[in-house]
């Protein structure tokens, strides 16, 4: 039995090492996340607020036509050309509808994945220098048991970090997807109803 709890002692000591490796890559993630979630919430803030006061005052096709200009980053304007590109195409429109929700899915992945994974690695962070903590209290070695319970509280505030940045962005997120497919949904469906409305009128001739 002991040699059993010597083993996983020393097998719980060696993760930690890797456990610090993977809560400063996904620190450093979670940082890269910030700057580009700031640039897209500039970018998006001036294509919704347009595209939200133009939608409705004109003609769905009108509102295609006059599209602001995007510059690359922005999904919704992306898949309103690609809608906007796939006339009298019912079947292609759904599917874009689609492929947008599981990009989006993607892009909230990200951020899912921070949620989760900065507590966990935080916890393991805590948890396995406890161990030798212990071992220097029980033997007087104060400064060895000072220096594990300083790295235990750092990695748990580390993954809270981790955590708290990626549920701040998912939050945001998925509004944002929400407002998007909201206006993705609309025009398709305004398509729609202007191709019926123009096959009723093409019948009664």
Not at 114 to 135: D, R, S
Not at 172 to 186: F, G, P, T
Request: hydrophobic share 45%.
């Amino acid at each position: 039995m002991e040699l059993i709890s010597n083993m996983l002692f020393w097998l719980s000591n060696g993760m930690l090492i890797p456990d610090i490796i993977f809560l400063l890559f996904f620190f450093i993630k979670a940082l890269l996340m910030i700057g580009g979630f700031y640039g897209t919430y500039i970018a998006r803030t001036k294509i919704n607020v347009k595209l939200n006061r133009e939608i409705g005052k004109t003609g769905v096709e009108e509102f295609l036509d006059t599209l602001p200009e995007g510059n690359g980053k922005s999904k919704l304007l992306e898949y309103l050309r690609k809608i906007k590109a796939a006339p009298q195409d019912r079947a292609l429109r759904e599917k874009l509808l689609g492929d947008y929700e599981i990009a989006a899915d993607k892009e909230l992945g990200q951020s899912k994945l921070l949620v989760k994974i900065g507590p966990m690695l935080g916890l393991m962070g805590t948890l396995i220098p406890m161990g030798p903590a212990l071992v220097g209290l029980a033997t007087g070695d104060i400064g060895s048991m000072a220096y594990n319970m300083q790295v235990a509280f750092a990695t748990t505030v580390v993954g809270i970090v981790i955590g708290a940045i990626g549920f701040i962005t998912l939050q945001v997120k998925q509004r944002w997807v929400a407002d998007d497919m909201n206006i993705l949904e609309y025009v398709v469906e305004s398509l729609r109803s202007e191709e019926r409305r123009v096959g009723k009128e093409c019948r009664s001739r």
